[in-house]
């Protein structure tokens, strides 16, 4: 890749061959998405939702280790903006996002990126950016920014 990619290009899909190039891209993304809004981030497992958040994290200087919250269902990782980092796989219903409390956590400045938005149907804002993330016969990986359009 070697320069900084446009918002235009995430929206054409932007292709990347390894994880430390995806990270690398969502980092410079955090430049892109604004403060106190919500990404949701789909795509089949193993698809590098995880990968393209700690890339995100980074970007909004967070410094820390970013782990799946598979188990913990949410991550608060403190940067120069609180980024919530969900993954409702394991969530039963959309209300059960509702016990996460997520909203009272949205301390400006904040972002909410969410894995497997599907889970949590109704419960995210109209507003939220959405990547898809899916990979590639070829084994590289491609993210597409669909929302905005
Ligand atoms: N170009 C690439 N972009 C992202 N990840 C890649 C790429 N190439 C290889 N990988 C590897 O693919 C895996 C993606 O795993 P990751 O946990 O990010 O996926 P996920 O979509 O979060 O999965 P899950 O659905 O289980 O939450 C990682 O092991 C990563 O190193
Ligand atoms: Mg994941």
Redesign the pocket.
Known sequence: MGQIASLESWKTGLV????A??EQAAEAFADLLPPDTVLSLS?E???????FVRGLARGLGYAGDVT?PSFSLLNVLEGRRRLLHV?A?RLKTPEAFDGLMVWDLAKTPWNLVV?WPERVEGRLPAESWRME?AMLPDG??RYRLVQPA
């Not at 497992?45 to 990968?51: A, F, I, Q, R």
Request: hydrophobic content about 15%.
């Open positions: 990347t061959r390894s994880g190039e995806t795509g497992l193993g698809s590098g939702k995880t990968t799946s993954d796989y894995e993330a590289a990986h």
